[in-house]
């Protein structure tokens, strides 16, 4: 079964056809970077008009990649929550037009599952396993028994760790997207030179939540007061200590998890799974079975939407054109299922 994935959820614009959930037959994005790059952050009106003018020719090299027409798709599948609102619309109104024109199934899916789905491509994946979807606009800890299933126990109380990454790259005249850009600098550092404040909340509710304003602050205001010796005050001393700081925190809560969960499997998914450190501290510890998706596919894409939707669909999760975008994980309006057309 063929499925094609659009996912605009904020500042990519994605359009991919994979087989039976696991075979990529493409994957094309089309970034924005450029667009936001003077304003160091994403600005969601241009976001949605890049989305407008980019859709049409995204979805048709998706098919041209892939070698097939529309003909051969079997199921349109969209991302349609959460994500910035305007950007939602866009590829829910493509992915809906062409459910109508075609006469296809219509598979609404979850970005976070989706995100958490992306391990699939390169790992057998057993479950339960705990989750971190560590991205630009989300930072949470969950539980997954199954593939398109999740429990969330912990998520950021301010800034999401991609965002910290962002601003504080942003501060230290480092480029954006700003995660790529710190790593970058850290290499060359010291991650002893500062210690920065590892917020870990520790127990009662708080216990799986995070949260990265006060790290963020620390950095950009007082670093001075972290700088553990001499003349270490550089940008790359400042970017290996802060990302160390910030990483080191998600290893903490999901070793807590898995102990308290009595699971030994993590995945690791979002743009900030890219980082490398992150993925070493994780693959070291000896005593869990991390599971990382490739690094092309742990930005935002839409081969992780067409995958997932296989799952959906043999579960018989179609939606028909009432489908709504939503900017937040709770409050969905789903339209109403549609019966399973086998
Ligand atoms: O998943 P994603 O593409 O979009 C969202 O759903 O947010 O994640 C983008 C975020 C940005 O904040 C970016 O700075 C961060 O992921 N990121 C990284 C790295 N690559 C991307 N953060 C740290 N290290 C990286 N190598
Ligand atoms: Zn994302």
Redesign the pocket.
């Known amino acids: 079964m063929k499925i094609l994935g659009i996912e605009t959820?904020?500042d990519?614009t994605s359009a991919s056809v994979v087989e039976d959930g696991e075979t990529i037959l493409s994957n094309i994005v089309a970034t924005q970077f450029e667009f936001h790059k003077k304003y160091a952050g994403i600005v969601p009106e241009i976001a949605a008009r890049r989305h407008h003018e980019t859709i049409n020719y995204v979805i048709e090299e998706s098919l041209k990649k892939a070698g097939l027409s529309f003909g051969d798709i079997d199921a349109v599948a969209v991302a349609y929550y959460p994500g910035l609102i305007g950007s939602l619309l866009i590829g829910l109104i493509a992915a809906k037009t062409l459910s109508f024109t075609l006469g296809l199934p219509l598979i609404g899916i979850n970005?976070i599952e989706a995100?958490l789905y992306s391990i699939h491509f390169n790992n057998k994946v057993d479950y339960p396993i705990i989750g971190l979807i560590i991205?630009?606009?989300?930072t949470l800890l969950v539980v997954s028994e199954n593939a398109g299933q999740y429990n969330i126990k912990g998520s950021t109380l301010d800034d999401?760790i991609?965002?910290a990454?962002?601003k504080v790259s942003k501060h230290l005249g480092l480029g954006y997207?700003?995660?790529?850009e710190?790593?970058k600098a850290a290499k060359y550092g010291d991650e002893e030179s500062f210690d920065f404040p590892r917020v870990i909340l520790n127990g009662g509710p708080d216990r799986y939540n995070f949260s990265y304003s006060g790290l963020k602050n620390a950095v950009i205001n007082q670093r001075k007061r972290f700088l553990k010796n001499g003349p270490l005050n550089s940008t790359a001393n400042i970017s290996a200590s802060f990302q160390a700081a910030a990483t080191d925190v998600l290893l903490t809560k999901a070793l807590w998890a898995c102990k308290d969960f009595d699971i030994d499997r993590v995945a690791l998914a979002?743009?900030?799974s890219?980082?490398?450190r992150v993925r070493n501290i994780f693959k070291n510890e000896k005593k869990l079975t991390t599971y990382l998706p490739e690094k092309a596919l742990?930005?935002?894409n839409a081969a992780m939407i067409a995958g997932l939707a296989y799952i959906k669909y043999n579960k018989g999760e179609i939606m028909d054109l009432m489908l709504e975008p939503s900017s937040r994980l709770g409050n969905i309006v789903k339209g109403k299922r549609k019966k399973h057309a086998n």
């Open positions: 959820t904020c990519e970005h995100h991205s630009g606009g989300h999401a991609g965002e990454f962002d997207p700003g995660g790529p710190v790593e979002g743009g900030v890219n980082n490398s742990t930005q935002d």
